[in-house]
């Protein structure tokens, strides 16, 4: 049996206040109510970038400019493996409404709250060297 390939796209968006947005995920989702960086899949023959913006776009109703890539990993989960792309994001309108669309809830953080939250493990795994960008 082969194994799934999943290729992920997350956004590390920084508000004026130099915290970072992180979601949950839905209680019904695969990995349910963990944090992570908001952002999913990139569909067949779809650009990460324009993936990037649509997810955010479908998840919270909110638009986004899409930075450059700053981290690509792998991680094996038990079934599947996921390539992993983060990249610097900014919203396009900063006031603009965060709607919990396809998310449970959302939070604007600081780097040493980040500890706070559990993440899924390919999240986890590159937390520390996402957050030492900004040092």
């Not at 999943?6 to 508000?15: E, F, S």
């Not at 899949?41 to 986004?64: K, S």
Request: proline content about 5%.
């Amino acid at each position: 049996m082969t194994r799934r390939h999943v290729r992920v796209v997350g956004a590390m968006l920084q508000n004026e206040m130099g915290r970072y947005l992180i979601t949950q995920r839905p209680p019904t989702a695969s990995l349910p109510l963990l944090w992570e960086f908001p952002g999913g899949r990139v569909e067949e023959g779809e650009q990460d970038t324009v993936a990037l913006a649509r997810e955010l776009l479908e998840e919270m109703g909110v638009q986004i400019q899409v930075l450059e890539q700053v981290m690509h990993t792998r991680h094996e989960y038990p079934t599947y493996d996921i390539d992993f792309r983060v990249f610097r994001c900014r919203l396009s309108y900063p006031d603009a409404e965060i709607h919990h669309l396809r998310v449970h809830d959302h939070r604007w953080v600081a780097l040493e709250e980040m500890g706070q939250y559990r993440f899924p493990d390919a999240d986890a795994k590159t937390l520390a060297r996402l957050l030492d960008l900004d040092h």
